[in-house]
């Protein structure tokens, strides 16, 4: 059974630093790992999705890694703003699965 | 815009009162989920349906329940709530020509009384 685990839980920065969230998976036979953000109350959005065959992607000031054979992957956050105050999740899809699985989230905190 | 709608936003129901969640979609999806995500938690999937074809997950409560009319429209319907069923509830979906990629509702939090 594939479960992610995401470190650290709760992460407070300030503004400008760059960062770094963890996402670990046990099961490395995936078809892809995707990083969503959550604003309080509010639906998932995709951030990035890592096929299986790539090392990493990346959006703006964000760039996420994948390490498949190690079963991990980082969210890279550059110049860090209050508006990325949010909940990231970490999600892969199973090889021959329909079914997305989720970390709890790491809850970054940007103070101005 | 395509996307992924759900109605309410809120709802609170009594407990035991049965209960029914929306969600449309105008992306022409295929494939429509539902996830249960409680406080601080992971979202954990309920079903999903592709087509029309439904899957249940195993550890899925039976008080839990889902209807797709048509392409457009999936609801879930909770036939007895308890106190432990308050959360957030997700809809998603995902297309043939992009399988891999959910695409989410901005939630209903549900609050049982």
């Known amino acids: 059974k594939q479960e992610v685990t995401q470190i650290p839980a709760a992460l407070s920065v300030p503004e400008g630093e760059n960062l770094v969230l963890n996402c670990s998976f046990t099961?490395?036979?995936?078809?892809?790992l995707q990083w969503f953000r959550q604003d309080p109350g509010k639906g998932l959005t995709s951030l990035l999705l890592?096929?299986?065959?790539?090392r990493e992607q990346t959006s703006g000031r964000l760039n996420a890694s994948l390490d498949k054979s190690s079963g991990r992957s980082t969210l890279y956050i550059a110049a860090s703003q209050p508006g990325d105050s949010a909940t990231y999740l970490c999600a892969v899809l199973g090889g021959g699965s329909e079914k997305l699985v989720f970390g709890k989230g790491t809850k970054l905190t940007v103070n101005p | 815009d395509a996307m992924v709608i759900q109605n309410p936003r809120y709802q609170v129901t009594q407990f035991g009162k049965p209960v029914t969640l929306s969600c449309s979609q105008t992306l022409n999806h295929n494939v429509m989920y539902w996830y249960q995500q409680k406080s601080s938690q992971a979202p954990k999937l309920l079903f999903h349906y592709y087509d029309k074809d439904f899957n249940n997950e195993a550890d899925t409560p039976d008080n839990f329940q889902s209807r797709r009319p048509n392409t457009s429209f999936c609801f879930l319907d909770i036939r007895s709530p308890g106190l432990g069923d308050a959360a957030m509830y997700l809809c998603?979906?995902?297309?043939?020509?992009?399988?891999?990629?959910?695409?989410f509702g901005d939630g209903t939090r549900l609050s049982i009384l």
């Open positions: 890592i096929q299986s065959s790539q």
């Open positions: 998603a979906t995902s297309g043939r020509q992009d399988p891999e990629v959910r695409h």
């Open positions: 099961d490395s036979a995936i078809y892809n």
